[in-house]
């Protein structure tokens, strides 16, 4: 099954390009292109995508905006962020406006590959000089000194899962740690996401680095 693919840059140049790269995966269809963010917008209502590419720096709202009103208005939509910008203002803007990835332009065409398959199938891809930086923000903050061991009321099974998902492992990875099915751990991922009140796996990951679940 094909991800339709929607690109959202400035830069016809970049477009181009990342269409050149990306058209050739076999389970990757780029089903349109926008160069502003109200372009993107109407893209996203008009076509549906199932991951969009979001660059940051656009000329009318910034891709961080676009991000918030295409989550708002169609939450089953994944965006994952393809940026220059790696500082921690942007990274966290994006995550906190719904994004699933977040990806440097200068990353290597296989990491870029992994982050729209894993926001596709519901995962977050974080670049792992990026990702530090959640561990990093939590490590600077202060934090009741038993709140890593109150997880709301999960199990034991459900904490280990848990523990995983936030550091971007697929169920099937996960099956294969604990030794138990991928369908197993969709039934724990789903009890998880119900007993914290959490709708997407971006959510689930702030939630992990707010309680300091994850692996340093």
Known sequence: ????????????????????????????????EAGTAREAIEAAEQLRPDVILMDIGLPDLSGIEATREIKKRFPK??????????????????????????????????ELLTAIRAAASGEVYLYP?????????????????????NLDGLTDREREVLTYLAEGASNNQIGAA????????????????????????????????RKGIIKA
């Open 1 to 32: 099954m094909s991800i339709n693919l929607l690109l959202v840059d400035d830069h016809a140049v970049v477009r181009s390009g990342l269409r050149m790269l990306l058209g050739s995966e076999s389970d990757v269809e780029i089903v349109g």
């Open 129 to 149: 000089s990026l990702a530090k930086l959640l561990v990093k923000d939590y490590l600077n903050q202060e934090h009741p000194a038993d709140e890593k061991n």
């Open 178 to 209: 604990l030794v138990i099915s991928p369908k197993t751990v969709e039934r724990h991922r789903e009890n998880i996401m119900r007993k914290l009140n959490l709708h997407s796996r971006s959510e689930l990951v702030r939630y992990a680095i």
């Open 77 to 110: 939509v994944a965006i994952v962020a393809l940026t220059i910008h790696e500082d921690e203002e942007y990274f966290f803007k994006m995550l906190e406006a719904g994004a699933s990835g977040y990806v440097p332009k200068r990353a290597a065409p296989d």
